[in-house]
């Protein structure tokens, strides 16, 4: 073109920039953008669009979001297309802010949001874990008459199923399945996941079910889903349905993983069959899989549910695991073993292990403890945890009111966390110093979805028992409060009978 006197416009600039986006380096593509004014070429919405992607696919996004800028300060019309590139790189670069805000902008300007606008940002809002705005978006979009595609339901069930909106989840599922789109096994295994986190389990059935019948080998279950599967039933303590699921895997050819052995487990825990965690156990030691630190946490999780006569089972298999923390169970369980020594011991398997189970370890053991009537040495822990900052703001002050707060604690780390937080208080009564006017217990209002029960249910139970003065607060759900004269009066009342 150039040897033969053709004058490049802004189709051949487009086409050449495409080109570069499409398959040469991710420079390329700005570098001929910046040969255009050269040209005598001034870059359009398409131009820019272009541009814009080509940056943000190679990840610089700042160059992209400048071109924008840019673009806008020329004056130039903002189109949808320009609008969805900006927004996807905004998402990409984790500034899902920045891609509402692009979202907002384009409709106050006039712009009408097409298609790929629309499922652009139901994807970035689903990955920035706002499902609220997604339904919101959802039913704009079909108030303005967009009809959906595939893609958007996609969007829809990614976001759902990560926040756990199982009801919109399943509503989606079975429109989509209504409509006989494609549903991939990814998908399939992300609303089993959260049908395993939230209880569902008739729902999880029914996606099994239709993943069996699939005529597609590419929707048939792998070993992620029968994973999801047998956590369902470990969480419900169904043995013959987590068994059951263990035999299909094996048949449709997959081994089973530390994942798969840890469900298994913590459901012959929960079912109280010993001997078949043992057994379980062995199945991974056969397999030669190395057991890790969540692994290890199951095992602890097993152990405090234990009966007495058969802890050795369990703690013989936790020793097997991890001989560090083999050898705390082993000072906790045995009486004589001095708590100081205890302490040492599970300050040193805290301190190592990774950060996402410190707090179940230090739940799980103060369990344990409580379950042995040990509270010596689950008064020892909590400190141990406290000191590594396990447990942050358990306790707060103000002028009106003291609280304890034990939400995220299990039963055995709550109660020994109060019968710390209450011989601190007949502490500062002994030496003279005045309670607040108000002291309240906050222990959160949520359930265990599969129990049914939560620590505010066992809470309150445990509070009748010691008579304490602490009463459920109506106007506030998952808190016990009292006064500091009943409060003065019951403890200086318990330390009495206690002498």
């Given at each position: 073109?150039?040897?033969?006197?053709?004058?490049?416009?802004?189709?051949?600039?487009?086409?050449?920039?495409?080109?570069?986006?499409?398959?040469?380096?991710?420079?390329?593509?700005?570098?001929?953008?910046?040969?255009?004014?050269?040209?005598?070429?001034?870059?359009?919405?398409?131009?820019?669009?272009?541009?814009?992607?080509?940056?943000?696919?190679?990840?610089?996004?700042?160059?992209?979001?400048?071109?924008?800028?840019?673009?806008?300060?020329?004056?130039?019309?903002?189109?949808?297309?320009?609008?969805?590139?900006?927004?996807?790189?905004?998402?990409?670069?984790?500034?899902?802010?920045?891609?509402?805000?692009?979202?907002?902008?384009?409709?106050?300007?006039?712009?009408?949001?097409?298609?790929?606008?629309?499922?652009?940002?139901?994807?970035?809002?689903?990955?920035?874990?706002?499902?609220?705005?997604?339904?919101?978006?959802?039913?704009?979009?079909?108030?303005?008459?967009?009809?959906?595609?595939?893609?958007?339901?996609?969007?829809?069930?990614?976001?759902?199923?990560?926040?756990?909106?199982?009801?919109?989840?399943?509503?989606?599922?079975?429109?989509?399945?209504?409509?006989?789109?494609?549903?991939?096994?990814?998908?399939?295994?992300?609303?089993?996941?959260?049908?395993?986190?939230?209880?569902?389990?008739?729902?999880?059935?029914?996606?099994?079910?239709?993943?069996?019948?699939?005529?597609?080998?590419?929707?048939?279950?792998?070993?992620?889903?029968?994973?999801?599967?047998?956590?369902?039933?470990?969480?419900?303590?169904?043995?013959?349905?987590?068994?059951?699921?263990?035999?299909?895997?094996?048949?449709?050819?997959?081994?089973?993983?530390?994942?798969?052995?840890?469900?298994l487990i913590r459901c012959y825990g929960k079912a109280e069959c010993t001997d078949d965690v043992v057994r379980s156990f062995g199945m991974l030691e056969d397999l030669k899989i190395?057991?890790?630190?969540?692994?290890?946490?199951?095992?602890?999780?097993?152990?405090?549910?234990?009966?007495?006569?058969?802890?050795?089972?369990?703690?013989?298999?936790?020793?097997?695991?991890?001989?560090?923390?083999?050898?705390?169970?082993?000072?906790?369980?045995?009486?004589?073993?001095?708590?100081?020594?205890?302490?040492?011991?599970?300050?040193?398997?805290?301190?190592?292990?990774?950060?996402?189970?410190?707090?179940?370890?230090?739940?799980?053991?103060?369990?344990?403890?409580?379950?042995?009537?040990?509270?010596?040495?689950?008064?020892?822990?909590?400190?141990?945890?406290?000191?590594?900052?396990?447990?942050?703001?358990?306790?707060?002050?103000?002028?009106?009111?003291?609280?304890?707060?034990?939400?995220?604690?299990?039963?055995?780390?709550?109660?020994?966390?109060?019968?710390?937080?209450?011989?601190?208080?007949?502490?500062?009564?002994?030496?003279?110093?005045?309670?607040?006017?108000?002291?309240?217990?906050?222990?959160?209002?949520?359930?265990?979805?599969?129990?049914?029960?939560?620590?505010?249910?066992?809470?309150?139970?445990?509070?009748?028992?010691?008579?304490?003065?602490?009463?459920?607060?109506?106007?506030?759900?998952?808190?016990?409060?009292?006064?500091?004269?009943?409060?003065?009066?019951?403890?200086?009342?318990?330390?009495?009978?206690?002498?």
């Amino acid at each position: 073109m150039m040897r033969d006197g053709v004058r490049p416009d802004n189709t051949t600039f487009s086409t050449v920039i495409s080109s570069a986006r499409a398959c040469g380096p991710p420079g390329k593509a700005v570098e001929w953008f910046e040969k255009m004014p050269e040209a005598g070429c001034s870059p359009d919405m398409l131009t820019y669009s272009v541009v814009i992607d080509a940056c943000g696919r190679a990840g610089n996004a700042e160059m992209a979001l400048r071109l924008y800028d840019r673009a806008r300060d020329e004056r130039c019309q903002l189109d949808p297309v320009i609008c969805a590139t900006v927004m996807k790189v905004h998402s990409t670069s984790g500034n899902f802010d920045g891609a509402l805000n692009v979202f907002e902008e384009m409709k106050a300007v006039s712009v009408k949001p097409n298609l790929v606008v629309y499922n652009t940002v139901l994807d970035a809002m689903g990955r920035a874990m706002r499902p609220w705005v997604v339904k919101t978006i959802h039913r704009e979009m079909v108030s303005q008459q967009v009809q959906p595609n595939r893609a958007t339901y996609c969007c829809l069930l990614q976001a759902y199923t990560r926040a756990r909106y199982g009801e919109d989840a399943m509503v989606v599922y079975r429109v989509m399945k209504d409509e006989a789109m494609d549903i991939d096994v990814v998908l399939y295994n992300m609303l089993l996941s959260m049908c395993a986190d939230i209880g569902y389990a008739e729902e999880a059935e029914e996606i099994f079910r239709d993943m069996k019948t699939s005529m597609d080998s590419r929707f048939k279950p792998d070993s992620w889903t029968y994973s999801s599967m047998v956590t369902l039933y470990s969480c419900t303590g169904n043995v013959p349905g987590a068994e059951g699921i263990l035999k299909e895997m094996k048949e449709a050819g997959f081994k089973p993983n530390i994942f798969i052995l840890t469900s298994l487990i913590r459901c012959y825990g929960k079912a109280e069959c010993t001997d078949d965690v043992v057994r379980s156990f062995g199945m991974l030691e056969d397999l030669k899989i190395t057991p890790d630190d969540r692994f290890c946490g199951c095992l602890l999780t097993v152990a405090a549910d234990t009966p007495v006569e058969e802890l050795g089972k369990v703690g013989d298999c936790i020793d097997r695991s991890n001989a560090q923390l083999g050898a705390v169970v082993k000072l906790l369980v045995d009486r004589k073993a001095s708590t100081e020594s205890f302490k040492e011991a599970a300050r040193a398997i805290l301190s190592g292990v990774c950060s996402v189970v410190k707090m179940p370890y230090c739940n799980c053991l103060m369990d344990l403890c409580v379950n042995l009537g040990q509270m010596e040495k689950a008064c020892a822990l909590l400190d141990a945890a406290l000191q590594l900052d396990i447990y942050s703001n358990v306790q707060t002050r103000t002028q009106v009111q003291w609280s304890l707060h034990l939400r995220g604690l299990s039963v055995g780390a709550a109660l020994t966390t109060l019968h710390v937080w209450m011989n601190d208080l007949y502490t500062t009564l002994q030496n003279g110093e005045e309670l607040p006017p108000l002291l309240g217990i906050h222990t959160g209002e949520g359930k265990n979805m599969y129990s049914g029960k939560g620590l505010v249910s066992v809470f309150e139970s445990h509070l009748k028992e010691l008579d304490v003065p602490f009463h459920a607060a109506p106007d506030k759900a998952g808190w016990f409060l009292t006064t500091s004269v009943a409060a003065k009066h019951w403890l200086e009342a318990k330390k009495s009978s206690e002498s």
